[in-house]
T-cell receptor, first 114, second 113 residues
Framework: QQQVKQSPQSLIVQKGGISIINCAYE??????FPWYQQFPGKGPALLIA?????SEKKEGRFTISFNKSAKQFSLHIMDSQPGDSATYFC?????????????FGTGTRLTIIP | KAGVTQTPRYLIKTRGQQVTLSCSPI?????VSWYQQTPGQGLQFLFE???????NKGNFPGRFSGRQFSNSRSEMNVSTLELGDSALYLC????????????FGPGTRLTVT
């Protein structure tokens, strides 16, 4: 049972454009939603995270939009740069101490072309 | 602060052997989780340790086990290796009780031949 569905599988965006990656979850107990960025040969790096009490969180060029009623959340990368080319994973956890295990989406390979 | 470190970075083993991987969390982090990453199954949770006790466990067979030491360092062991165990094994540390953020190490690339 895939509890976090991520799309698209791959994405090509021109430099300066907006990259959008979407995720949907099933478990309504999920309460913490991080995004990770992974470069080849590296471990995932925490990019930005949100709790459901806010609908949007912005950090620099990265924004999470959250729709609790639709059980969906998305990552927007503004002014995308070639250095943003990586694989992005959304994740979810129940968000209480003692139960922080992450359920990951399947990943989106993002390529930014000049 | 130094990040999460994992050793070894690369490992080649033969089917039927066993392997032990090591993880040192960020200083002060008491929770250590292990994940398996494969192209087919993606990132899957193996188990989590806190204060030397396994607190959560994923859906993996008993061949996969782990432990945590009093200094929060953790090891995971896979016995009777199968070809399908070839994967990147990632360790993540979390301060717990103050933050839900998990920080990953670079992983150990295990190849089973």
């Amino acid at each position: 049972q895939q509890q976090v569905k991520q799309s698209p599988q791959s994405l090509i965006v021109q430099k300066g454009g907006i990259s959008i990656i979407n995720c949907a979850y099933e478990n309504t107990a999920f309460d913490y939603f991080p995004w990770y960025q992974q470069f080849p040969g590296k471990g995932p790096a925490l990019l930005i995270a949100i709790r459901p009490d806010v609908s949007e969180k912005k950090e620099g060029r990265f924004t999470i939009s959250f729709n609790k009623s639709a059980k969906q959340f998305s990552l927007h990368i503004m002014d995308s740069q070639p250095g943003d080319s990586a694989t992005y994973f959304c994740a979810a956890s129940i968000g209480n101490f003692g139960n922080e295990k992450l359920t990951f989406g399947t990943g989106t390979r993002l390529t930014i072309i000049p | 602060k130094a990040g999460v470190t994992q050793t070894p970075r690369y490992l080649i083993k033969t089917r039927g052997q066993q392997v032990t991987l090591s993880c040192s969390p960020i200083s002060g982090h008491r929770s250590v989780s292990w994940y398996q990453q494969t192209p087919g199954q993606g990132l899957q949770f193996l188990f989590e340790y806190f204060s030397e006790t396994q607190r959560n466990k994923g859906n993996f067979p008993g061949r996969f086990s782990g432990r945590q030491f009093s200094n929060s360092r953790s090891e995971m062991n896979v016995s009777t290796l199968e070809l399908g165990d070839s994967a990147l094994y990632l360790c993540a540390s979390n301060p717990t009780s103050t933050s839900y953020e998990q920080y990953f190490g670079p992983g150990t690339r295990l190849t089973v031949t």
